[in-house]
């Protein structure tokens, strides 16, 4: 069987909504039409809470999706939850689908509506001309409960069939800042494949002798140095165990950084200038540029002025973010020089997750057999600030 992984596609995504739907739906045509099975694993969707349009707009590309004549079905499933389709459409929720404890996530309204298989905590069989795939999956939870839950689960595969374990996760090897992260090495064993979504750039590695493939995601979302290169997915083929990586057109991504420490004054606009014009090029598809200054400069001096209304000089030809992390007084930049590594590598909701846990241990807090990251869920899951208040209150009283 032909599996494509396809991964993070981030529908609703403010910046560049557009793109992240016009790229999602190339990535997810392509694939059918390259695979027996798609596996998605997370972040479909960029909030726990989509707008109503946002949830249409991804209802109109898994029904289109539904309605191929696949070869393949699901035939089986075990764990929780129930398919509503046979179509070998598989996927988990990802950390920016994650809710509170039995809240339903915009993923359970796909797998409701019969648009794809939701194997969050469960295995879904599928079935070829006499080849079964079996395919484990565990949604996307808390960085520091997924060793846990693993231990406590203890997925194992299938006998008699090609398995795949399907996960939605930081891993340490990869952003090596947080212990709390899962080691490779302690990945469940016994799989044939490994495929992980969250990190947005695409990752090969290597899992108990196994390959772990991560496409990264559809749309670019984070500005990172690891996102310049192209967008796209994996197709794996089960019998000859190799793969491929298949490109979409992508929004080109390009940054640069500039150490204005050696221009004087009057010459660290032009130089900046000139490297965004280097960036754009000969190409009319309004790049995102992403300048990084390093350097000093004074705070509120007219460079600084000239430099933030980049953005709208090149309005039409690029978006264009200068980045001031180095337009910062010594005190501030000390800071910076500290969290930049790890700030870099993670998204801003990670980053934010990770100020909410040092907060719980600085003030001695125990929350009892709900972790704090499962409380911040709660906390941040009702539009209603009350209503939020009183499920977290329930939820520490009963621990």
């Known amino acids: 069987m032909r599996i494509a992984i396809l991964s993070d596609f981030h529908l609703g995504y403010g910046r560049f909504r557009d793109d992240a739907f016009r790229q999602a739906e190339e990535a997810l045509s392509k694939a059918a039409s390259m695979a027996d099975v798609m596996i998605i694993p997370g972040d479909i969707f960029d909030s726990r809470a989509p707008e109503p349009d946002v949830i249409a707009e991804a209802i109109n590309l898994f029904r289109n999706l539904s309605r191929r004549e696949w070869k393949a079905k699901t035939i089986e499933f075990s764990g929780e939850g129930q398919p509503y389709t046979s179509v070998p459409i598989i996927a988990i929720p990802g950390t920016h689908e994650r809710r509170a404890k039995d809240a339903a996530d915009p993923v359970d309204i796909l797998g409701l509506a019969g648009l794809l298989v939701d194997i969050s905590n469960a295995t879904a069989i599928i079935e070829s001309e006499g080849e079964k795939l079996a395919v484990r999956g565990i949604g996307g939870i808390a960085d520091e409960r997924f060793r846990q839950v693993v231990c406590e689960i203890n997925p194992v595969p299938v006998k008699g069939m090609f398995n795949v374990f399907v996960f939605h996760e930081s891993l340490y090897e990869l952003l090596p800042f947080n212990e709390d992260f899962m080691r490779l090495e302690e990945l469940p064993q ?20 196994k390959k772990l493939l991560i496409p990264g995601s559809t749309v670019l979302t984070q500005l990172k140095e690891g996102e310049q290169e192209a967008k796209g997915f994996y197709v794996y083929d089960t019998k000859s165990m190799s793969y491929e990586y298949v490109r979409i057109n992508s929004r080109r991504f390009v940054m640069q950084k500039i150490d204005v420490g050696k221009f004087g004054s009057g010459e660290v606009v032009s130089a900046v200038e000139a490297g965004i014009e280097s960036m754009i090029g000969g190409a009319n598809d309004r790049p995102v540029i992403r300048v990084v200054i390093e350097g000093n400069i004074p705070r509120g001096s007219s460079v600084e002025m000239d430099l933030n209304d980049m953005a709208r000089r090149y309005e039409g030809r690029a978006v264009v973010e ?64 009350d209503k939020a208040v009183a499920k977290a209150l329930e939820e520490l009283l009963e621990s």
């Open 190 to 209: 016994g799989f044939d494949l490994y495929v992980c979504g969250h990190i947005h750039g695409r990752v090969e590695a290597t899992v108990h002798g």
């Open 322 to 385: 200068v980045s001031k992390s180095g337009i910062t007084e010594d005190a501030v930049r000390s800071v910076y020089t500290r969290e930049r590594v790890a700030f870099e590598k993670m998204s801003v909701k990670d980053y934010g997750i990770g100020i909410f846990l040092e907060k719980i241990k600085e003030s001695g807090t125990d929350t009892g057999r709900i972790s704090p990251v499962e409380l911040l869920d709660i906390l941040s899951s009702e539009q209603s600030k």
